[in-house]
C-alpha cells in the first residue's frame, strides 16, 4: 500500500533555476492537492485538481504551475525559483466529496 | 482573524499524563474536523474524523466538537514517548478545501 508517493524527498536550487516536484497516489482518489508548510504557519494550499484535466489555484499559487494528465499524478512546477519558496511540500488526495486528506511525506525545498 | 487557530506550544507532559489539545475556529459553517499527527521529517497522517458535534473515541484518543462555543479538543490518555509529535487540527464546511491549524508540538517525556 504505496498511497501517496513523493520525489525527490530533498533538493536544493539555485535562483532561477527550475524543477518539477512529483506526485503519484494509488489511491485511486479524484481529488489531489499540493500543500506547502512553512514554521508556524500551518499547510497552505497551492494548488488543487478535482479530476484528470482539471486544476484550480488555492490560496499562494503564485509561482507555481501544475498539470493533471492522469489520475494518478499531479506534478507540480516551479519555473524560476526564488528564496521564498524555501519550504516542504506536500502533495495530498482525498475521495469524493467530504473525504480526509491523505498525505505522502513531502520534498524539503532549499533555494539560495 | 485566522479561520483556525492553535497554540503553538511546544506542550511537555510526563510518560502517562492525560493530553488535552484545542483549536478555536470562526466560521460556523465547518462540520468536518480531523486530527492529524505528524512525526518529524514525515507527512500529517489521520487521526480523527468527526462530522458535526459530539465526542468519538479511538483508543487512547478522544476528539471532542463543541460548535456552538466553536472548539474542537483532542484528547491523549496515558501518553506515550512514541506520541511526541506535531498535532494539527483540520476542518471544512464540505467538498475539498480543508483549513489546517498551525500545529501544536508535544513532548512526552519518559
Known amino acids: 500500500n504505496a498511497g501517496v508517493t513523493q520525489t525527490p524527498k530533498f533538493r536544493i536550487l539555485k535562483i532561477g533555476q527550475s524543477m518539477t516536484l512529483q506526485c503519484a497516489q494509488d489511491?485511486?482518489?479524484?481529488?489531489m492537492y499540493w500543500y506547502r508548510q512553512d514554521p508556524g504557519m500551518g499547510l497552505k494550499l497551492i494548488y488543487y485538481?478535482?479530476?484528470?484535466?482539471?486544476?484550480d489555484k488555492g490560496e499562494v499559487p503564485n509561482g507555481y504551475n501544475v498539470s493533471r494528465s492522469t489520475t494518478e499524478d499531479f506534478p507540480l512546477r516551479l519555473e524560476l525559483a526564488a528564496p521564498s519558496q524555501t519550504s516542504v511540500y506536500f502533495c495530498?488526495?482525498?475521495?469524493?466529496?467530504?473525504?480526509?486528506?491523505?498525505f505522502g511525506n513531502g520534498t524539503r525545498l532549499t533555494v539560495t | 482573524q485566522k479561520e483556525v487557530e492553535q497554540d503553538p506550544g511546544p506542550l511537555s507532559v510526563p510518560e502517562g499524563a492525560i493530553v488535552s489539545l484545542n483549536c478555536t475556529y470562526s466560521?460556523?459553517?465547518?462540520?468536518?474536523f480531523m486530527w492529524y499527527r505528524q512525526y518529524s521529517r514525515k507527512g500529517p497522517e489521520l487521526l480523527m474524523y468527526?462530522?458535526?458535534?459530539g465526542n468519538k473515541e479511538d483508543g487512547r484518543f478522544t476528539a471532542q466538537v463543541d460548535k456552538s462555543s466553536k472548539y474542537i479538543s483532542l484528547f491523549i490518555r496515558d501518553s506515550q514517548p512514541s506520541d511526541s509529535a506535531t498535532y494539527l487540527c483540520?476542518?471544512?464546511?464540505?467538498?475539498?478545501?480543508?483549513?489546517f491549524g498551525a500545529g501544536t508540538r508535544l513532548f512526552v517525556k519518559a
Open positions: 483540520a476542518m471544512k464546511a464540505g467538498g475539498f478545501k480543508t483549513i
Open positions: 489511491m485511486n482518489h479524484n481529488y
Open positions: 468527526t462530522y458535526s458535534s
Open positions: 485538481s478535482v479530476g484528470a484535466g482539471i486544476t
Open positions: 466560521n460556523s459553517a465547518f462540520q468536518y
Open positions: 495530498a488526495s482525498s475521495g469524493q466529496g467530504d473525504s480526509p486528506l491523505h
